[in-house]
């Protein structure tokens, strides 16, 4: 796996991967597991996906940034597990020789590991029942004992 | 008369389309030529429980995303993706 991880995040080590004397700007993007108002007491999210695609998937958009921001650097991390309500799921810092072009670059790499990456999630509720996110319409609810 | 060619499909499920079929991949045997969309319809009509996979699935050959017009080949990997919710 190289950018899927079970285990928590380490933003030093994305930030270390595309430290360079060259970039004088670097945008960190974090999503966190959210038990906001919207949802019903989320107290983790188990995140599933299809490894050897989401590997293939994250490569080539990787390698897009790097040709539309020439001189940037892009490293990022998808965590998969049981994740609890507060901690990282994924992380994208993008750097690049001026601010522009890092939050550029980020915003473009987690809009499409949004559109692109076959990852899924399943909400685990404090009453022992499982939601499917569907974030093109509506939830698919699994009673507790299933 | 000359047997039509078919071919052995790996399909594989994931998230709640694999809880609906009760399992992560299947053979699946189609005459070819044929499409993801073949592929498709084959695994809603066979398979116990995959009659809940919608018609039109988001899929992908062989690690990449493809529509259903696509057309498929004898060994391949056809996945069928419930809605990514990645991130």
């Known amino acids: ?146 | 008369m000359p047997l039509q060619p078919a071919g052995t499909i790996r399909v594989r499920f994931f998230a709640r389309y694999a809880e609906l079929v009760g399992r992560a991949e299947a053979a699946v045997a189609v005459p070819l030529p044929a499409t993801v969309g073949d592929v498709v319809r084959s695994v809603r009509e066979q398979l116990p429980g995959a009659g809940d996979i919608p018609e039109r699935p988001l899929a992908a050959v062989n690690l990449r995303h493809a529509r259903l017009d696509a057309s498929v080949q004898d060994g391949d990997e056809v996945a069928l993706l419930p809605p990514i919710a990645g991130g």
């Open chain 1, 1 to 146: 796996m190289v950018y899927l991880t079970r285990s928590s995040i380490s933003l030093e080590a994305l930030l270390a991967e595309v430290s360079s004397p060259e970039c004088g700007g670097t945008c960190v993007f974090l999503g966190t597991v959210r038990n906001g108002p919207e949802e019903k007491d989320v107290t983790a999210i188990e995140y599933s996906a299809y490894q050897e695609m989401v590997e293939g998937e994250l490569g080539r958009i990787v390698a897009e940034a790097a040709a539309r921001w020439p001189g940037g650097r892009l490293a990022l991390r998808h965590r998969l597990g049981v994740i609890p309500a507060g901690e990282a799921s994924i992380a994208i810092v993008a750097a690049a020789p001026h601010r522009a072009q890092a939050f550029e670059a980020c915003r473009y790499a987690i809009e499409e590991i949004k559109r692109r990456v076959p990852v899924w999630k399943k909400e685990l509720r404090s009453d022992g029942s499982e939601v499917w996110v569907d974030p093109s319409g509506r939830p698919t609810s699994k009673p507790a004992h299933v």
